[in-house]
Nanobody, 124 residues
Framework: QVQLIESGGGLVQAGGSLRLSCAAA????????MAWFRRAPGKEREFVAA????????RYADSVKGRFTISRDNAKNTMYLQMSSPKPEDTAVYYC?????????????????WGQGTQVTVSS
């Protein structure tokens, strides 16, 4: 069983920066694909970014490509999302998720493990 805890959310000005963290508990963290999703008010949960286990290959949603960077530290069992130049439309609750799979999937239901979410609010 993997347990995920997000932190680092808060209020940030557009054009600033913010780093989210996702701490994972579980001995098989390094085997998993880790991902960030977000849900804005009145919208469906959407894929943001994901990072694959051993080779650290990554995938981003088009809406954040070039602005957000996903990374992980297996030694610390932690994943990060560096948000650079955030926009008001990035305002959402951000969730980290994990799944034991060989390829990155962007569908939320493919991920059985979820954190509780952290609120990110970007002011204009």
């Amino acid at each position: 069983q993997v347990q995920l805890i997000e932190s680092g959310g808060g209020l940030v000005q557009a054009g600033g920066s913010l780093r989210l963290s996702c701490a994972a508990a579980g001995p098989t963290f390094s085997r998993y694909v880790m991902a960030w999703f977000r849900r804005a008010p009145g919208k469906e949960r959407e894929f943001v970014a994901a990072i694959k286990r051993s080779d650290d290959s990554v995938r981003y949603a088009d809406s954040v490509k070039g602005r957000f960077t996903i990374s992980r530290d297996n030694a610390k069992n932690t994943m990060y999302l560096q948000m650079s130049s955030p926009k008001p439309e990035d305002t959402a609750v951000y969730y980290c998720a994990a799944a034991d799979m060989m390829v990155i999937v962007t569908t939320p239901r493919a991920y059985p493990y979820w954190g509780q979410g952290t609120q990110v609010t970007v002011s204009s």
